[in-house]
């Protein structure tokens, strides 16, 4: 129990890290989608106030007077995309929609047209306006834009929590915004090219924003914490308790015996006679029933457990073929080798036991090195290896060209024979596959270097037809038979050939 309320704890907290990221991740993402609308925004505002002024009276014939006042005051009211409005008229005269004093003396500004123009106005806060200017010789509309701000987006529900400061770039530049009074706890940069205007806005938030764009809260995080650790710990137990509970099956099947070979011949196809089979581990349970090997065989690779099963077939294996009497004929059965086979020399002398207690031969037993599986001290397995071939015990290279060793193992661990994995041989069905000049590679490569070549996972007469045609001759599969128990495999030895059973 403590060891569950430890994990529980653990899984809680790197659950919590693991949603207050999230939630980082989150407010990161709102903010920046507020920075794309707050730059959308900022065109708007711009076009909007263009099309105001273009609908005030022309410069060249307005004059500041009580009407002009109301009429700026007019259009302010109309519009929302400008705070104020002010007009210079060609005599000099300045007024406004409200009491706002401007000269454009002091203003450095970017041009937008031949009439147009933006500058930057910063007031007594601090805070720094844009304004939009339309001008002819020495007369001017100056328009204070309006919805400049997050808040025009969202309803924030904090003062001071969030700001933006605007660069157009250009000659000269402008700037305008806010400083954020407080050290961010979010910053990002946004750069847009809007029409001709070239924009970056640098935007920074508090701690505090994080209250608002949270995903979830700090409540709702740790209750579901809680619960994802709840289901992946028991998801875990579960998955530790049906390992347990398997390999306390197997064991006990490996304690009954239930382990047995099945065996599928290798036939040659220009006599149709069996010159040896392959051992193919099966597991059948007391009322009958077969498992499939790839049900378990994956789980008993992994545990260790392959090797006590080994050695219960290598025993059968041995007394099987004194009832094919096989002992004085070049006849050989294929017993399936995993990397931990070839750590030490256990291996050899189970084999070499089995054959004196049968009285039978070495050479009735070969091993298939398959390419699936790696072999990781190569020098080692050279090494245990050796004492096989010494032995005229033969090796075959299992599912050639499909794995990690590639022909280096043919080099190195002197292999005799390459079996052609089925997906090679499927290929000889479909002219266009790729993996045919493949399959014609190995055959090619077999021959030049004087290998024996074995092809399972033939099915088809045609298959078998275009094999013949290349040179390979030896074929397992379900063309001549499929694997099948030790009784029936002996029916099939007495049956003397053994024909095809699969046409095109």
């Known amino acids: 129990m403590r060891r569950e309320i430890i994990t529980f704890v653990v899984v809680v907290l790197i659950c919590i890290v ?6 980082q991740f989150y407010v990161n993402h709102a903010l920046e989608r507020d920075g794309e609308e707050f730059i959308i925004q900022l065109q708007k505002t711009i076009v909007d106030s263009i099309k105001l002024l273009d609908e005030l009276p022309s410069l060249a014939d307005a ?27 060609n005599q000099g005269e300045y007024c406004s929609s409200l009491p706002v004093q401007m000269s454009l003396t002091k203003f450095k500004r970017h041009r937008l047209s031949k009439s147009y123009s933006l500058a930057a106005l910063k007031n ?13 010789n020495e007369s001017y509309y100056v328009a204070d834009l309006n919805n400049l701000s997050i808040a025009t987006i969202n309803h924030l529900p904090c003062e001071d929590c969030l700001n933006y400061r605007v660069t157009i770039h250009g000659e000269p530049p402008i700037h305008f915004g806010d400083e954020l009074k407080q050290a961010p706890a979010y910053s990002f940069e946004i750069n847009k090219q809007v029409d001709r205007l070239s924009i970056s806005v640098v935007f920074e938030a508090t701690g505090e924003i994080s209250k608002y764009y949270s995903g979830v809260s700090w409540v709702t995080t740790i209750l579901l914490a809680c619960i994802f650790s709840i289901i992946l710990i028991y998801t875990v137990e579960k998955l530790l308790n049906h390992r347990r509970s398997l390999r306390s099956i197997i064991e006990r099947a490996i304690k009954n015996q239930e382990f047995k070979p099945y065996y599928q011949p290798i036939v040659d196809s220009r006599t ?22 790839g049900e378990f065989i994956n789980f008993v690779e992994q545990t260790g457990l392959i090797m006590p099963i080994t050695s219960q077939l290598i025993k059968t294996i041995a007394k099987d073929i004194t009832t094919f009497d096989w002992q004085q004929s070049d006849c050989s059965v294929s017993l399936n080798v995993v990397p931990e086979h070839l750590n030490d020399e256990a291996l ?32 080692l397995a050279k090494r245990v290896i050796k004492q096989f071939v010494d032995n005229g015990i033969e090796l075959k290279l299992d599912d ?105």
């Not at 007594?124 to 002819?136: A, G, M, Q, T």
């Not at 049956?495 to 699969?502: C, H, R």
Request: proline share 2%.
């Open 18 to 23: 693991g949603f207050h990221k999230i939630n």
């Open 348 to 379: 050899f002398s189970e084999i070499n036991r089995a054959v004196k207690h049968n009285g039978i031969s070495l050479s009735n037993f070969s091993l298939e090195i398959t390419e699936r599986n790696e072999i990781k001290n190569l020098s």
């Open 124 to 136: 007594s806060s601090n805070h720094s306006d844009l304004l939009l200017i339309k001008e002819h």
């Open 272 to 293: 149709n006679r069996i010159v040896g089979a392959e051992a193919l581990l099966t597991w059948i349970e007391p009322n009958g029933k077969i498992i499939p090997t």
């Open 400 to 504: 050639a060209g499909t794995g990690y060793g590639g022909f280096s193992y043919v080099q190195e661990l002197g292999i005799s024979t390459l079996k052609i994995d089925k997906m090679f041989v499927d290929t000889i069905l479909y002219q266009e596959d790729v993996k045919k000049n493949v399959l014609d590679a190995i055959i090619s490569f077999a021959n030049s270097s004087g290998l024996s070549i074995i092809a399972e996972g033939v099915e088809k007469q045609n298959q078998v037809d275009y094999l013949e045609s290349k040179g390979v001759h030896f074929i397992q599969g379900y063309a001549y038979s499929k694997p099948v128990s030790c009784e029936v495999f002996r029916g099939l030895l007495q049956d003397g050939n053994l024909a095809p059973l699969v046409a095109n």
């Open 63 to 89: 004059q500041c007077g009580e009407q002009s006042v109301l009429l700026l005051a007019e259009v302010v009211y109309r519009g929302d995309s400008v705070r104020w409005l002010g007009l210079r008229d």
